[in-house]
T-cell receptor, first 112, second 111 residues
Framework: DAGVIQSPRHEVTEMGQEVTLRCKLISGHNSLFWYRQTMMRGLELLIYFNNNVPIDDSGMPEDRFSAKMPNASFSTLKIQPSEPRDSAVYFC??????????FGNGTRLTVT | SQQGEEDPQALSIQEGENATMNCSYKTSINNLQWYRQNSGRGLVHLILIRSNEREKHSGRLRVTLDTSKKSSSLLITASRAADTASYFCAMNSGGYQKVTFGTGTKLQVIP
């Protein structure tokens, strides 16, 4: 079990640039969650998928944010264009049915 | 938006003492979970308690759940310096098992 793998670990970009964060789920897990963590707002749920289908994207802050799950093992979170207030640590996590979430180590995004 | 609040926000205790963290939430739940986060890392699952359970133990951890008050507590007994971390409650709710987190408690255990 390789665990949930996120890439990149760190991303520094300039305002206005497109940012793509990647997540590889644990094999056999059927739910995928994207969270954003900041000191001010804590751990916010952005969007989650069940069996590759987006269930609830009400936490996505703006149309600049989009997420896809092209297959059962992979997901991307895209920000276009990025802004300094998007700076945060972004986590993805996967689980099976009613089980516990397994988190990746996060992507620390800095937008200057 | 946060679906749960934890108190205290921060807790500092001596090694060997017990640490208690409380969580209050807003919606009905399928289960409630507790996670630990070390600095710079992802969250790690500690324990899960179902909505029809009132108490659960795992090693030095004891979790209680009161669904009538929409609250839960996590007790860590005989704390160790290695327990220093942030602790979060997480609420699993709805038919599609949505998981949202509380605000977290930062625990420091002094050797």
């Amino acid at each position: 079990d390789a665990g949930v793998i996120q890439s990149p670990r760190h991303e520094v970009t300039e305002m206005g640039q497109e940012v793509t964060l990647r997540c590889k789920l644990i094999s056999g897990h059927n739910s995928l969650f994207w969270y954003r963590q900041t000191m001010m707002r804590g751990l916010e749920l952005l969007i989650y998928f069940n069996n590759n289908v987006p269930i609830d994207d009400s936490g996505m802050p703006e149309d600049r944010f989009s997420a896809k799950m092209p297959n059962a093992s992979f997901s991307t979170l895209k920000i276009q264009p990025s802004e300094p207030r998007d700076s945060a640590v972004y986590f993805c996590a996967s689980k099976s049915d009613v089980g516990a979430l397994h988190f990746g180590n996060g992507t620390r995004l800095t937008v200057t | 938006s946060q679906q749960g609040e934890e108190d205290p926000q921060a807790l500092s205790i001596q090694e060997g003492e017990n640490a208690t963290m409380n969580c209050s939430y807003k919606t009905s739940i399928n289960n409630l979970q507790w996670y630990r986060q070390n600095s710079g890392r992802g969250l790690v699952h500690l324990i899960l308690i179902r909505s029809n359970e009132r108490e659960k133990h795992s090693g030095r951890l004891r979790v209680t759940l009161d669904t009538s008050k929409k609250s839960s507590s996590l007790l860590i007994t005989a704390s160790r310096a290695a327990d220093t971390a942030s602790y979060f409650c997480a609420m699993n709710s709805g038919g599609y098992q949505k998981v949202t987190f509380g605000t977290g408690t930062k625990l420091q255990v002094i050797p």
